[in-house]
């Protein structure tokens, strides 16, 4: 196969990325409908401790995106274009997919916990798929932010990545 041209990677690495998350629309559906099921006293909301748990475990999750899904190794000064680029590109890869699956500890957590209660678990998966959903479209989605995060890691001991060259992203816009 191919390797993929600087033209479409970063609509490949969008559309995974999008694939990636829709996933949580077939989870929370699959979930909901056992959770239904098996909900012999209503959808009332769920217990205080549990959404407070959730929240807690969103900020733990959000704490750990950031501590561990944004290490790269910096291009050196003296590196040729070819390989910083080819270097950016596979970092880029690998900590989008650490950055996901650190975000699908919060969606996890939360289907645990739905399945813990007694009642409202229906809210909790949906609540706690929610906040996953915020954190991908934060921290996974290749957006402007994102790129320019990575850009500034990469480049942050004087060497150049080349990563928009080879994203084929835009440059970043001018700030006045």
């Not at 999750?61 to 070819?82: M, S, V």
């Not at 706690?128 to 402007?144: H, K, M, Q, T, Y």
Request: with cysteine; aromatic share 6%.
């Amino acid at each position: 196969m191919a390797e993929p041209t600087p033209n479409t990677f970063l609509q490949a690495l969008k559309l995974l990325c999008a694939a990636l998350t829709s996933s949580l629309v077939i989870v929370l559906m699959a979930v909901t409908a056992v959770l239904l099921s098996r909900d012999v006293h209503g959808t009332r909301t769920a217990p205080g401790w549990a959404l407070v748990l959730l929240v807690a475990v969103t900020v733990a999750d959000t704490f750990l995106i950031n501590a561990l899904g944004y290490r790269f190794q910096p291009i050196a000064p003296d590196t040729p274009a070819d390989a910083a680029r080819t270097s950016s590109i596979r970092q880029l890869q690998t900590t989008t997919l650490l950055r996901f699956a650190l975000s699908e500890l919060t969606a996890l957590a939360a289907i645990a916990l739905a399945f813990l209660v007694d009642r409202g678990g229906v809210y909790l998966a949906v609540v706690g798929i929610a906040f996953a959903a915020a954190l991908l479209a934060w921290n996974v989605w290749p957006s402007e932010r994102v790129i320019t995060r990575v850009q500034e890691a990469l480049e942050r001991e004087g060497g150049r990545s080349y990563l928009r060259e080879g994203l084929g992203a835009p440059p970043p816009p001018r700030r006045n």
